[in-house]
């Protein structure tokens, strides 16, 4: 069984909706799932994980949200991540999504493999839901 971990930051709780939708899609394919707020995640909790799902929202100019999930992200800098499966999801209001391009080419820099991306204007439609559930299923296989 695949153990796949979901660590999120959400605010409004947009962010959370698309973490629930790939949590549900990785459950229905079989994996064994870890979800959690970025401020009860651990560094393990990535590592002994066989995939991984990181969101967050734009914040700041396009950039993902500062307190909390950019520390935990830039942990991973200098660890051997091994080339993980990763889906990136997160939502974004008054600026375009650009922040979700730029997260993704700096988790290819660390060495995740970016099967996944998901960035949403505001909160998700249907299709963005079922396009999440789609994720989790990805990284149960």
Same mark, same amino acid.
């Given at each position: 069984?695949?153990?796949?971990?979901?660590?999120?930051?959400?605010?409004?709780?947009?962010?959370?909706?698309?973490?629930?939708?790939?949590?549900?899609?990785?459950?229905?394919?079989?994996?064994?799932?870890?979800?959690?707020?970025?401020?009860?995640?651990?560094?393990?909790?990535?590592?002994?994980?066989?995939?991984?799902?990181?969101?967050?929202?734009?914040?700041?100019?396009?950039?993902?949200?500062?307190?909390?999930?950019?520390?935990?992200?830039?942990?991973?800098?200098? =660890?051997?991540?091994?080339?993980?499966?990763?889906?990136?999801?997160?939502?974004?209001?008054?600026?375009?999504?650009?922040?979700?391009?730029?997260?993704?080419?700096?988790?290819?820099?660390?060495?995740?493999?970016?099967?996944?991306? =998901?960035?949403?204007?505001?909160?998700?439609?249907?299709?963005? =839901?079922?396009?999440?559930?789609?994720?989790?299923?990805?990284?149960?296989?």
């Amino acid at each position: 069984m695949k153990k796949v971990s979901i660590i999120y930051w959400s605010n409004g709780g947009n962010v959370e909706v698309l973490a629930n939708a790939i949590t549900e899609g990785a459950k229905e394919a079989g994996a064994e799932v870890l979800i959690k707020h970025v401020a009860d995640a651990k560094i393990s909790d990535i590592t002994e994980a066989d995939s991984v799902a990181l969101g967050s929202p734009s914040m700041d100019n396009n950039r993902i949200e500062q307190k909390e999930m950019e520390p935990f992200v830039n942990e991973f800098k200098l =660890l051997p991540n091994g080339n993980k499966k990763l889906v990136l999801f997160g939502s974004y209001g008054w600026d375009n999504g650009a922040f979700m391009q730029e997260w993704s080419n700096r988790m290819k820099d660390y060495d995740f493999d970016v099967i996944g991306e =998901l960035a949403v204007k505001e909160s998700p439609d249907q299709d963005e =839901l079922d396009l999440a559930k789609e994720f989790g299923r990805k990284l149960a296989e």
